[in-house]
Nanobody, 120 residues
Framework: VQLQASGGGLVQAGGSLRLSCTAS????????LAWYRQTPGSERDFVAS???????TYTNSVKGRFTISRDVLENTMYLQMSNLKPEDTAVYYCASAPTDAKLERRDAFWGQGTQVTVSS
């Protein structure tokens, strides 16, 4: 199982970035896909998730600014981030798990992180 994240970078506050995560077809088509983020010395925090079918879920701090989506044909998940704030600075990780419970326990497949830095 492989997850490959990309798209991070340096952006000014108020700017936008789009993160991508490619995944193998078997988990992409059946699992919940999610984004987490982590800052030094902190735990890895939930950002957003999208099930195979149904509505996405977001942490409160990104609602209205971030949009998670999945492209079935491309086996790719996206996180469109707009109106970025300095507090969004973190390493962003994509993850995949068959159930919400496993995702909440961090019992998931993880991609490597991609750094997002938002300057003020």
């Amino acid at each position: 199982v492989q997850l490959q994240a990309s798209g991070g970078g340096l952006v000014q506050a108020g700017g936008s970035l789009r993160l991508s995560c490619t995944a193998s077809g078997s988990i992409f088509n059946t699992n919940i896909l999610a984004w987490y983020r982590q800052t030094p010395g902190s735990e890895r925090d939930f950002v957003a998730s999208v099930p195979r079918a149904g509505e996405p879920t977001y942490t409160n701090s990104v609602k209205g600014r971030f949009t998670i989506s999945r492209d079935v044909l491309e086996n790719t998940m996206y996180l469109q981030m707009s109106n970025l704030k300095p507090e969004d600075t973190a390493v962003y990780y994509c993850a995949s798990a068959p159930t919400d419970a496993k995702l909440e326990r961090r019992d998931a497949f993880w991609g490597q992180g991609t750094q997002v830095t938002v300057s003020s």
